[in-house]
């Protein structure tokens, strides 16, 4: 759903910076005009919303430690003709991507 979304878009960049003692994931995408933006932004937080939503009907939690922590913890908001959004990414999640690696 979320690759989807950006699917339309001039441009996508995705970064992942230090946080503290954590990664983060940052989105930039450049949409042809603001109105694009918001609407963008507006698809994705509707969709991590839906994702929260779904985890919590199945009496879940999301694992910090999988893609439901990182996916249902993403927030995002337009700046004229961007969107930027922001996932924080657990180092238990990396350890579990690198098979436990540190």
Do not use: Y
Not at 11 to 35: H, Q, Y
Not at 59 to 88: E, I
């Amino acid at each position: 759903m979320f690759a989807r979304t950006v699917g339309d878009a001039d441009f996508v960049t995705l970064t992942f910076v230090p946080e503290g003692d954590r990664l983060a994931a940052k989105l930039d995408v450049l949409c042809r005009d603001d109105r694009d933006a918001a609407a963008m932004a507006a698809e994705l937080n509707k969709a991590t919303g839906l994702l929260r939503n779904f985890i919590e009907r199945e009496h879940l939690k999301p694992n910090p430690a999988d893609f439901s922590g990182v996916l249902s913890s993403g927030n995002f908001s337009s700046q004229g003709n961007r969107v930027v959004g922001h996932w924080p990414i657990e180092r238990s999640f990396v350890q579990n991507v690198l098979g436990g690696g540190a």
